[in-house]
C-alpha cells in the first residue's frame, strides 16, 4: 500500500517496509529465523543505512544486509517460545519516514520424537552354521542409523542406508564364534537410541569320535558303550 505525506498541493509518497518472514500471524517451528523484508521506494531512493529493526524491543539493525530491494537480518540468539514482536522503519534519502511496520508471531519448536528401533530379523541369540546374514528393521522416525559389527579381533562400523524413510537393510558376513550388533539411530535433535543383539558362528564340523576307542559291553537286554573321544 503507498503512503503519502501532504507537502501543499505535491504530495510526497514515502517509503513502505514489510516483513516477508516472518510475518504477522505465522507460526514457526526455527527458533532463530532470518527475519526477512521487503522495501519500496516512494518519491525519492531509499536509505537503507536508516532502517531500524527490533525483536521484542531488541534493535537487531546491525546484522542486517540489503540485495535487491529485500533486506535479511540474521539473528544471533534463539527467540523465546511463544509470542514475539517484530517492529521495522526506513527512511528515504530525504529524510521522510515510513510508517513503522509491526508483526507478531509466535515461535514454537517441532517436538521430535526419541527415535524407535525395531529388529526385523535376525533373532537375538541365533546360532548359526551360514557366514552370510541379512539384518533388517524400522523406525519410527527419520535418522541416521550406524551398525556396529564386533567379534574376536574384529570391528566395523558403517553407515546404514535408509529406504522409504524408516526401513534398514544390510547384508554382513559372520565371524567364528561370537558376534555383537549395536545398531544406533540418531535424530535430528541429536538424541541416540541403540539395540544391541548377538548372533553365534558354528561352521565347525564336530569331532569324530575314534571308533578304536569304544568298547561295547553286551549284558543280557542292555547294551553299555564306554569310551574316548
Known amino acids: 500500500a503507498l503512503a503519502f505525506l501532504s507537502n501543499d498541493n505535491n504530495p510526497i509518497e514515502i517509503p513502505v517496509i514489510q516483513f516477508i518472514s516472518p510475518k504477522q500471524g505465522d507460526i514457526i517451528t526455527q527458533s532463530r529465523p532470518t527475519i526477512m523484508m521487503s522495501a519500496q521506494s516512494g518519491s525519492y531512493d531509499i536509505n537503507f543505512n536508516s532502517l531500524e529493526v527490533t525483536v521484542n524491543g531488541l534493535s537487531i539493525s546491525s546484522t542486517c544486509q540489503n540485495s535487491q530491494q529485500q533486506i535479511n537480518c540474521p539473528l544471533a540468539n534463539d527467540l523465546p517460545d511463544g509470542e514475539n514482536i517484530l517492529t521495522t522503519q526506513i527512511n528515504d534519502v530525504q529524510g521522510n519516514v515510513s510508517v513503522v511496520t509491526m508483526a507478531t508471531f509466535v515461535v514454537e519448536p517441532e517436538i521430535i520424537p526419541d527415535p524407535i528401533i525395531t529388529i526385523e530379523t535376525p533373532n537375538n541369540s541365533t546360532i548359526t552354521n551360514i557366514k552370510e546374514l541379512t539384518i533388517s528393521g524400522t523406525l519410527n ?4 542409523v550406524t551398525l556396529n559389527h564386533q567379534a574376536s579381533n574384529y570391528t566395523n562400523v558403517f ?15 559372520l565371524r567364528e564364534g ?5 545398531i544406533t539411530a540418531t535424530n535430528t535433535a541429536g538424541v541416540s537410541t541403540s539395540q544391541t543383539f548377538k548372533i553365534t558362528l558354528d561352521s565347525q564340523s564336530p569331532v569324530s569320535p575314534d571308533v578304536e576307542k569304544i568298547t561295547a559291553i553286551i549284558e543280557s537286554e542292555n547294551t553299555v558303550i564306554t569310551g574316548e573321544n
Open 141 to 144: 522416525i527419520l535418522a541416521d
Open 178 to 182: 561370537e558376534n555383537t550388533f549395536a
Open 159 to 173: 553407515k546404514l542406508p535408509l529406504i522409504d524413510n524408516n526401513k534398514f537393510t544390510t547384508d554382513v558376513v
